[in-house]
């Protein structure tokens, strides 16, 4: 028999804790690179554009299925479609942050063993920063060790359930991340020259301007929020009935983008600052990925003076916002076991753990499965897993249940007109976008 469901027990908690899932490693290697490459402020202003008009309404769709479920991801769409084949799209959420972790686990090990050197104060002496990252993925036994200590620090917030584990650990772990981004950014502004590299994020700049920009800044949208992989499903089952699905989902979009906006403001101010060859940074910026985090930024930062203080917070912030994000994947999978198998909340976790280094395992073995992975699940599990969502609200969902959650049954007054456009994006504009999405991430 399952626990009687718990619900987060405050509003900064909800907001933390969908905050958390949706902030991880993408706002901070993949948002600057976009940028780089997409024309600087052009892309920030059709990114945002992007959040408002489909990120925003589909988490929120994701929080209706969620509260107006009270179920894990596969369940909810039982609950709410019973006898339909709908079910497959909630067991496709599950199956996708399971994949999701079996290499991203591994890539939050890196975060450690920097984060290791750096307070060592080896990062320090290193000469050849491409050497030292591949020599770490070139190790499979010292990424599997890694990556398991990660899994087992993100199990161990599960096992302490929803709001001693999740919530409290979100109430906490997300003003350190701010702090620490503010307090890096700030570093960044004071360096000499910075000038140059806010002037390279914040200058529109058509030169740069691509035919892709929309398609780029859509799927950064789409993926930043942590759409389609079942996170937003089951926090929103955790919600009480008087929070405000709406503006939860604005607050949540805010921050995740702050942190985009402020992880673009350590890096390109410093960058430019630290460097003597602006077009050879631009180029590494552009590249963006792992080696923007663990080769281009600690060869920046040894240049700083106190490099071994700024060094150690950087990566102490990475290794945060990965964790923030992993927690809710494996809730997604942790609660699935829990309610569909009807096993303890401890066995569950135990279980997911124990797949999750499987997994990860396999991913630190091989290059090629971890690749697979990735592939799979950016350019095909998530994108349908968001398609379906959207069709599911837009077009089978009841109206008068929708309109009853986002509304708090009434108590909550958005207008008429707005419900209409609501359900207009839902029906017909997300699924085009993510189709578009969808085809580009295949044949691009």
Not at 26 to 52: E, K, M
Not at 223 to 229: K, P, T, V
Not at 408 to 414: D, P, Q, T
Request: include cysteine; glycine fraction near 10%; proline fraction near 4%.
């Amino acid at each position: 028999m399952t626990e009687k469901r718990v619900t987060f027990a405050s509003k900064i908690g909800i907001v933390a804790a969908a905050a958390g899932s949706a902030v991880g490693l993408g706002n901070i290697w993949r948002f600057p690179s976009q940028t780089a490459d997409s024309g600087g402020a052009l892309f920030i202003l059709v990114y945002i554009g992007c959040i408002l008009f489909f990120g925003i309404p589909l988490m929120m769709s994701e929080f209706i299925i969620g509260r107006g479920s009270r179920a894990n991801s596969a369940g909810a769409f039982h609950k709410l479609a019973p006898g339909t084949q709908w079910k497959w799209v909630g067991r496709l959420g599950v199956l996708t942050g399971f994949v999701i972790m079996g290499f991203y686990m591994v890539v939050c090990g890196w975060t450690l063993d920097y984060m290791f050197q750096s307070l060592t104060g080896n990062l320090h002496k290193v000469t050849d920063y491409t050497a030292n990252f591949n020599s770490l993925i070139g190790n499979p036994l010292r990424q599997t060790g890694w990556m398991i200590l990660f899994t087992m620090l993100s199990s161990f917030f599960i096992i302490s359930g929803v709001k001693k584990g999740i919530e409290q650990s979100s109430k906490i772990m997300m003003p350190i991340l701010f702090l620490l981004l503010i307090i890096l950014a700030l570093r960044s502004l004071f360096l000499e020259g910075s000038s140059a590299g806010l002037l390279f994020l914040f200058r529109p700049d058509p030169t740069h301007l691509k035919p892709t920009l929309f398609l780029d800044a859509m799927g950064q949208a789409f993926f930043s929020l942590s759409i389609g992989m079942g996170c937003m499903i089951t926090y929103g089952s955790y919600f009480n009935k008087n929070t405000n699905l709406t503006q939860t989902a604005l607050q949540v979009s805010f921050l995740d983008s702050l942190v985009a906006i402020l992880a673009g403001i350590i890096i390109f101010p410093s960058a430019f600052a630290l460097t003597n060859n602006p077009d050879v940074i631009t180029q590494e910026l552009v590249a963006g990925g792992p080696g923007l985090l663990f080769i281009t930024l600690p060869e920046l930062f040894n240049q700083m003076p106190l490099s071994f203080f700024w060094g150690s917070l950087f990566f102490c912030l990475l290794a945060l916002a990965a964790l923030t994000s992993t927690i809710s994947l494996m809730e997604v999978v942790t609660l699935y076991i829990h309610e569909e198998y009807h096993l303890p909340r401890k066995k569950s976790t135990l279980l997911v753990t124990v797949g999750v280094i499987l997994l990860g395992i396999g991913s630190s073995f091989s290059s090629d499965f971890f690749n697979l992975m990735d592939l799979a699940s950016a350019k095909v599990m998530l994108p349908l897993g968001g398609l379906f969502i959207s069709l599911f609200v837009g077009w089978y969902l009841d109206r008068r249940l929708v309109i009853a959650q986002v509304t708090n049954e009434g108590s909550v007054k958005l207008g008429v007109t707005f419900l209409k456009v609501y359900i207009f994006l839902l029906r017909y504009i997300a699924p085009l976008a993510i189709l578009a999405i969808f085809i580009y991430g295949l044949v691009g």
